[in-house]
């Protein structure tokens, strides 16, 4: 089963306005660490934003926040104001357990973000 | 720079050859990671470095392939007797400590063709 399921592969937003890419998890594990990163044509993975699974509030960075749903195992990044610049592939990810011997990250298939002028 | 450094940035080989990929972590982080990129199977996690020392190595596809590190640094990734298989963007990153909460810090990927 999959463990990150991104279930937009492509989505349009008009510049200037917010939009939201979905993200669902899937777990036993109750210490997860979820993180959310750009990549540009360019090739390069942008970390954006990171919500702990014992964060009692939902991340926010800048023109990023993420809407965590804890019960719903949902993970959602929100852009607001989106800009040019943010047209990209977004991915979602996930880290079980605390660390220490389980390293990998886990990656959704991705959503291809693109804004429109 | 101050990021993660990956070389080189493309690499074309032939199959059945052997290549070698590298990897410069940011400064000071303890823990370092590789995985792949490629257009079937998305990312995939290849090994995880805490220091030299290699505590998760469960997504090396074959034992064709193999990765150390040395002084808490620098790592390479070998892959030998490459097939056409082994065709992808390899990405190292690299995090402060090996703590789930740590984000993971991503270099521009190796280019590897195989002809």
């Known amino acids: 089963a999959q463990k990150i399921t991104q279930t937009q592969p492509g989505m349009f937003v008009q510049e200037k306005e917010a939009v939201t890419l979905d993200c669902t998890y899937d777990?036993?594990?109750?210490?997860?660490?979820l993180f959310w990163y750009k990549q540009p044509s360019s090739g390069e993975m942008i970390f954006l934003i990171y919500q702990g699974s014992y964060d009692q509030q939902n991340a926010t960075e800048g023109r990023y926040s993420l809407n965590f749903q804890k019960a719903r195992k949902s993970a959602n990044l929100v852009i607001s104001a989106s800009q040019l610049g943010d047209s990209a592939m977004y991915f979602c990810a996930m880290r079980e357990g605390h660390g220490g011997s389980q390293g990998n990250l886990i990656f959704g298939k991705g959503t291809k973000l693109s804004v429109k002028p | 720079g101050a990021g993660v450094s990956q070389s080189p940035s493309n690499k074309v080989t032939e199959k059945g050859k052997d290549v070698e990929l590298r990897c410069d972590p940011i400064?000071?982080?303890?823990?370092l990671y590789w995985y792949r990129q490629s257009l079937g199977q998305g990312l995939e996690f290849l090994i995880y470095?805490?220091?030299?020392?290699?505590?998760?190595k469960s997504g090396l596809p074959s034992d064709r392939f193999s990765a150390e590190r040395t002084g808490g640094s620098v790592s390479t990734l070998t892959i030998q007797r490459t097939q056409q298989e082994d065709s992808a963007v390899y990405l190292c990153?690299?995090?402060?400590?090996?703590?789930?909460?740590?984000?993971?810090?991503f270099g521009d990927g190796t280019r590897l063709s195989i002809l």
């Open positions: 400064s000071g982080h303890t823990a």
């Open positions: 470095f805490q220091g030299n020392s290699a505590p998760d």
């Open positions: 777990t036993s594990d109750p210490s997860y660490g």
């Open positions: 990153a690299s995090s402060l400590t090996g703590w789930a909460n740590q984000p993971q810090h």
